[in-house]
């Protein structure tokens, strides 16, 4: 595999580690989403001032409103820390060349 | 860093090894956007019939109509490719538990 689809493979793993951990294996409950902020982001957790964003995330991305998010529900989430940590990077001249 | 977020660097890192060829290190032309998907998605293009399917990628998710594709722009075909797999595997029963 490329790094590219061994990257996109990971990503789809990652979710399913968290999202297995009840009977239904294809959505993260608040708990399991919880769980994978605080072990797969404790930087953006620990950045966060909003005690309750765990509950703001669910809610702005549970398109479906069944309380859970399925992993096309779960990828904007991960999609717009990239970007903000993309953009961060080129603000400080790191990546993009003007 | 955790996994997913060596996965989100990743992520990053490969497409700016693809849009910093020329010197809009922000985004991907189209000849950019070919030779990442050659090299880095060799069984997605495999297993392409339209021979224009670049063309039809760019032209889909180019929103601001630069005829090249910004990072934001450039993630919502990798989170299809990543929900066409986790789809996939789900229905042949490798993931999801019912």
């Known amino acids: 595999m490329t790094e590219l689809e061994t990257c996109m493979k990971s990503l789809i ?3 399913h580690r968290y999202a ?14 919880k ?5 797969e982001l404790p930087s953006f957790m620990k950045a966060q001032k909003n005690p309750e964003i765990v509950d703001r995330i669910l809610k702005d991305l549970d398109n479906n409103k069944d309380e859970k998010l399925n992993f096309e529900e779960f990828l904007p989430f991960i999609c717009s820390l990239m970007v903000a940590a993309d953009e961060f990077c080129l603000s400080r001249g790191k990546k993009g060349k003007k």
Not at 26 to 31: G, I, P
Not at 35 to 39: F, P, S
């Open 13 to 15: 793993d990652i979710f």
């Open 20 to 33: 297995d951990s009840d009977s239904d294996g294809t959505s993260l409950t608040k708990k399991e989403l």
């Open 35 to 39: 769980k994978l902020c605080d072990k």
